[in-house]
């Protein structure tokens, strides 16, 4: 007998419909208030917490597709939210940072993405917020142990 499938009661499904109701919910208001897509969001926070990088490390870090992450760069970079500048180790591309209107920005949107994640997460106490933190790692990790081809 083959076994059966009940989509709601799939892990995988659920994470990702968990996903993309928060996503989804804090998109809306970085949209309205702020003209930000998730993907250019990503970039501006990521930019903010680690600095200068390619968009290939920003692929990296925020395992967004080339696409996804070029798209948004060059939203921002229109918008003078992020600078782009030759990258010295490699001159096929560039360097994206903020600038001081992006760190404006991100200095506005930041505590707002802290009390949005506040209040999704109030009805769980700290220690289940660690253990929730500790087992997403878990199951990243293992997804990233399996090959794409099982």
Avoid at 37 to 59: D, H, K, N, Y
Wanted: net charge positive; aromatic share 8%; with cysteine.
């Amino acid at each position: 007998m083959t076994a059966t499938l009940k989509l709601d009661a799939f892990l995988p499904y659920r994470l990702s419909v968990a996903s993309n109701r928060v996503s989804g919910t804090i998109a809306g208001a970085y949209q309205a208030r702020f003209g930000l897509r998730i993907p250019e969001w990503r970039l501006v926070t990521v930019l903010a917490e680690f600095g200068s990088m390619s968009q290939q490390a920003l692929c990296g870090r925020t395992q967004m597709d080339k696409v996804t992450v070029s798209r948004a760069a060059i939203s921002l970079h229109e918008r003078g939210l992020v600078t782009r500048t030759p990258n010295p180790d490699d001159q096929r591309s560039h360097l994206l940072d903020l600038s001081a209107e992006g760190w404006a920005l991100y200095r506005q949107i930041a505590p707002q993405a802290l009390e949005f994640e506040r209040r999704i997460f109030a009805s769980l106490s700290d220690e289940e917020q660690a253990q929730l933190r500790k087992m997403l790692e878990r199951v990243e990790a293992a997804a990233a142990a399996i090959s794409p081809g099982f």
